[in-house]
């Protein structure tokens, strides 16, 4: 998305003021959204639906599905099972999910994800 603007940051989350009504879709946010630019990003897509793009990865030893980003430095847990993802462990995906805070774990999770594989 583009706007020109100002940013009002002493808001918490920040805020965009558009000089005017004019915004552009550069690209679709399923193009944009990485898990690393949301994980270090969490407070601006905390609660929401988003598309981000990633690799499926199954914790070994355990059944924690994670959506990680290609050098594995970033990962999201997922609220499915290992049955749910198939044979798509280790594949570059799209995932349509709400970013969650689990209290419990003090972790975000995408829930209710909808995953697809990525050319």
Same mark, same amino acid.
């Given at each position: ?54 690799? %499926? $990865?199954?914790? /070994? @030893?355990?059944?924690?599905?994670? +959506?990680? !980003? ?28 709400? %970013? $969650?805070?689990? /209290? @419990?774990?003090?972790?975000?999770? +995408?829930? !209710? ?7």
């Amino acid at each position: 998305m583009e706007a020109t603007g100002e940013l009002k940051s002493s808001e918490s989350p920040p805020l965009l003021f558009a000089d005017s009504d004019d915004i552009i879709l550069s690209r679709d946010s399923e193009a944009v959204l990485t898990v690393t630019v949301v994980t270090e990003n969490w407070l601006l897509f905390k609660n929401d639906r988003i598309c981000l793009c990633g690799v %499926l $990865i199954v914790e /070994p @030893g355990s059944e924690d599905v994670r +959506l990680t !980003d290609s050098s594995r430095e970033h990962s999201i847990s997922m609220d499915v099972s290992v049955e749910q993802i198939g044979g798509m462990a280790g594949r570059y995906v799209s995932v349509d999910a709400t %970013l $969650i805070l689990d /209290p @419990g774990r003090m972790e975000f999770e +995408l829930e !209710d994800c909808g995953i697809r594989l990525r050319g």
